[in-house]
């Protein structure tokens, strides 16, 4: 069973719309809730965390290299969290003052010496939710840059106010280092991943229906979809603008468990169900789970009912004496999940609630059950009303 390396928990204070509240990352990490209720934001300060951790690990290791073995004064788990939530304005880009209050850390009883020491801390990928545009404008973006610089170049310009102004990205820190990673695909894809890519075979099959390329010189992509085309005449490789929306979403998700995927890392997913139909949604939830059991630790923000009941089902099917019950509905043992890999978060109402999570019944999200039933009630008064004004 795949577990966290290391079972980290997290603080949140007045985050967006979050006003309080702390989760503990699993294998499988869920945030629900309505929208604006603070989901990206946990998810985008998390990734932030990683990054500041990831630096000061190598420090600390530095310092440990020198021969001083005393505990540096600066490394504290204290002043490490003030660090991240000092920073939380850069991560956003936000204006100055703007987010004074805001607080995102780890637990004062996080094991502070052994993370620093630990050999575990997992490399990080995010796919923010703004991924289609940016999977088909990232070479503009880079290249309007570097026109402006050079059109600059040649008038009486002050260079380095400009070039502070071109380079500084005017997004979140994690979308900024998506466009940065789509830019370098060309050199990103000479590398392999053997543990994932039959995932990435498995994506590309059952899911886009088609395969994803990149060349090699200029780093556009393309795709093929498997299909013929009508009368039987052989479908041509198109541009990533021409295909359909749900092939612009599963790109990067495709290319990473292709070429970069290691046991151990943390994959951020905002909104997984991004464009997808309903019959795929829970075909991601089971790819996810596959992917869980295979290594890989997952955090997502979802919107998608579809995605947390499946992922329900894996739950339940996970028990002893489900095996005929998975023979029955076509799942494999692979995709099944353990209430121990699971963590979900409900937030609302200024808060990070848990939710329960039981083999019996899987992730308990009220969030979805009560837009549900109000739907179906509003749905069968109007029905029946309408029918009985019919019949007078």
């Not at 260079?159 to 370098?184: C, G, K, M, Q, T």
């Not at 994803?212 to 556009?220: E, F, K, P």
């Not at 992922?311 to 121990?340: F, P």
Request: overall charge negative; aromatic content about 10%; some cysteine.
């Amino acid at each position: 069973m795949n577990k966290f390396p290391i079972e980290l928990t997290f603080q949140v204070e007045n985050l967006g719309s979050a006003r309080s509240g702390d989760f503990t990352q699993k294998p499988l990490t869920v945030f629900c809730g309505p929208n604006n209720t603070g989901k990206t934001w946990a998810m985008y300060s998390l990734y932030h965390l990683y990054q500041w951790l990831r630096s000061t690990r190598q420090e600390f290791r530095e310092e440990k290299a020198s021969g001083d073995q005393s505990e540096p004064a600066d490394l504290t788990l204290e002043n490490f969290n003030k660090k991240v939530s000092g920073t939380l304005e850069d991560l956003f880009n936000a204006a100055p003052d703007s987010m004074k209050e805001a607080k995102f850390s780890l637990h004062p009883d996080t094991d502070w010496q052994a993370l620093l020491a630990s050999n575990q801390l997992p490399n990080i990928f995010l796919m923010p939710a703004e991924r289609n545009g940016l999977h088909l404008f990232f070479r503009e973006l880079s290249t309007r840059r570097t026109a402006l610089l050079h059109h600059a170049s040649r008038e009486k310009i002050d260079i380095s106010e400009l070039l502070r102004d071109v380079i500084r990205s005017r997004y979140a820190f994690p979308i900024a280092h998506y466009i940065d990673w789509l830019n370098d695909l060309a050199e990103k894809q000479k590398s392999k991943s053997p543990e994932f890519h039959p995932f990435a075979e498995q994506l590309k099959k059952q899911l886009a229906g088609g395969a994803y390329s990149v060349d090699a010189r200029t780093g556009s992509i393309e795709f093929k979809p498997y299909q013929p085309r009508r009368d039987g005449k052989k479908t041509t490789a198109m541009g990533l603008h021409m295909t359909s929306s749900t092939v612009k979403s599963l790109f990067g998700l495709w290319f990473y468990l292709k070429h970069q995927a290691r046991k151990g890392d943390l994959l951020m997913i905002d909104e997984p169900e991004l464009n997808i139909h309903p019959k795929n949604q829970r075909q991601i939830a089971r790819l996810l789970a596959r992917l869980v059991n295979a290594g890989l630790n997952i955090t997502l923000s979802t919107h998608s009912d579809y995605i947390v009941r499946e992922l329900n089902t894996l739950i339940m099917l996970g028990q002893e004496g489900a095996e005929g019950l998975r023979k029955k509905h076509g799942y494999e043992e692979d995709e099944t999940l353990s209430t121990d890999q699971v963590a979900a978060y409900l937030f609302d109402k200024q808060a990070i609630t848990p939710f329960e999570i039981t083999p019996d019944d899987g992730i308990y999200a009220t969030t979805f059950d009560d837009v549900i039933d109000r739907l179906n009630s509003v749905n069968n008064d109007v029905y029946y009303s309408l029918q009985e004004q019919k019949n007078v």
